[in-house]
Nanobody, 117 residues
């Protein structure tokens, strides 16, 4: 299983960035996907998820500003971030959970840095 994020960078407050996460090694279309973030000194936070049927979840602080989407043909999940704030600065991770029987396996990408300043 491999998750590779891209698209991070530096942007001024109010700007936009788009993150991508390309997956391999598992059946992407059968897996829920999520974006997490961790800022220095803070705990890891769930930002958004998208299920296999396309239903989405957003943490309250990003609702109306971030949009998660997926392209099963490309094995890729996206996070479009608009109206960025300084508090969005963090290392952003793509993640998924795979099940083998009753055993749960969590997988993470290497992360991509987003800096808003």
């Amino acid at each position: 299983v491999q998750l590779v994020e891209s698209g991070g960078g530096s942007v001024q407050p109010g700007g936009s960035l788009g993150l991508s996460c390309t997956a391999s090694g598992f059946t992407f279309e059968d897996s829920d996907m999520g974006w997490y973030r961790q800022a220095p000194g803070n705990e890891c936070e769930l930002v958004s998820t998208i299920s296999i049927d396309g239903s989405t979840y957003y943490t309250e602080s990003v609702k109306g500003r971030f949009t998660i989407s997926r392209d099963n043909a490309k094995n890729t999940v996206y996070l479009q971030m608009n109206s960025l704030k300084s508090e969005d600065t963090a290392l952003y991770y793509c993640a998924t959970t795979l099940w083998v029987g009753s055993e749960e396996y969590n997988y993470w990408g290497q992360g991509t840095q987003v800096t808003v300043s």
